[in-house]
C-alpha cells in the first residue's frame, strides 16, 4: 500500500511539472506537499526517488529537493528518444483504433483553442498532449508510461525559451498539418514533417540554452 501511495504521489507531482505549475528550482517542502497532499514524510521521499530516476527532480546535499534544471545535453537526448516513440506512432496509425486517431485531433485544437484565447502555458500543455497523443497511436502502455515521464522533463525544458508565444505559435501550424497528412493516410508524408519539427525544436531550446549560459 506505501508504495502505490507513493506512485499515486509521484504521478501528482509528476502532473504539476508537466503543468507548469512546478518550474525548475522549484524547492519540494515535505511538510507543505505532506500537508497538501495527506501523506507522510516516507511517502514523500519514497515519491522523490522515484521522481530522481525520472530526471525530474534532484537532492541538492545540506539543501534539499528541487525541480531539476535540464541542460542542452539532457534536451539532445529528450528529442532522440522522442523521435523514436513518436514517429513508431506516427507508422501505426493506420492500424491504431479510433478514439486514438481522434486524441492527436482533439489536441490540436485545444492548442488553437488555447492560443485564440491568449493562454500559452495551456497551449504547451496541449502542446504536449498531442506529442503523445502521437506516440500513443501505437498502442502500448509502455510507451504511454515512457512518454508521461518524457514529456514532464521536456515541459521543464521549455522553461529556458523567453517567449512561451515565440516559441509555440509556429509550431501550432505544423501540429495540423501533420494531423491532417495522418487524417488523409499520408503517413510518409507525416513521418518526414515530424522528423524535421522535432529536429527544429530540438536546436530551438538547445541554441537558446547555450546562448543563456553564465
Known amino acids: 500500500m506505501a508504495r502505490s501511495t507513493a506512485q499515486r504521489v509521484t504521478a501528482v507531482l509528476r502532473d504539476r511539472i508537466e503543468g507548469g ?33 525520472d530526471n525530474l527532480v534532484e537532492h ?21 528518444l522522442r523521435a523514436a516513440l513518436e514517429i513508431a506512432g506516427v507508422r501505426a496509425a493506420a492500424g491504431a483504433p479510433q478514439p486514438l486517431r481522434e486524441a492527436v485531433t482533439a489536441a490540436v485544437a485545444e492548442a488553437e483553442w488555447a492560443a485564440d484565447d491568449g493562454d500559452w502555458p495551456q497551449v504547451a500543455t496541449a502542446d504536449l ?18 512518454m508521461d515521464r518524457l514529456l514532464a522533463e521536456l515541459r521543464l525544458a521549455f522553461h529556458a525559451m523567453p517567449s512561451p508565444r515565440g ?9 495540423r ?20 519539427y522535432l529536429d527544429d525544436a530540438r536546436q530551438l531550446i538547445v541554441d537558446t540554452m547555450l546562448e543563456n549560459r553564465p
Open 21 to 53: 505549475v512546478l518550474p525548475p528550482g522549484t524547492q519540494l517542502s515535505e511538510e507543505a506537499l505532506g500537508q497538501d497532499l495527506g501523506v507522510s514524510r516516507n511517502t514523500l521521499r519514497e515519491a522523490f526517488r522515484l521522481l530522481v530516476h
Open 60 to 80: 541538492q546535499l545540506n539543501r534539499g529537493v528541487f525541480v531539476r534544471t535540464p541542460g542542452p545535453a539532457d534536451v539532445g537526448d529528450i528529442y532522440c
Open 129 to 146: 498532449r498531442f506529442h503523445r497523443a502521437l506516440a500513443a497511436l501505437s498502442d502500448s502502455p509502455r510507451i504511454d508510461a515512457a
Open 167 to 175: 516559441f509555440h505559435q509556429p509550431f501550432l501550424i505544423r501540429n
Open 177 to 196: 498539418t501533420i494531423e491532417r497528412f495522418l487524417a488523409n493516410g499520408e503517413l510518409g508524408r507525416a513521418e518526414t514533417e515530424l522528423t524535421a
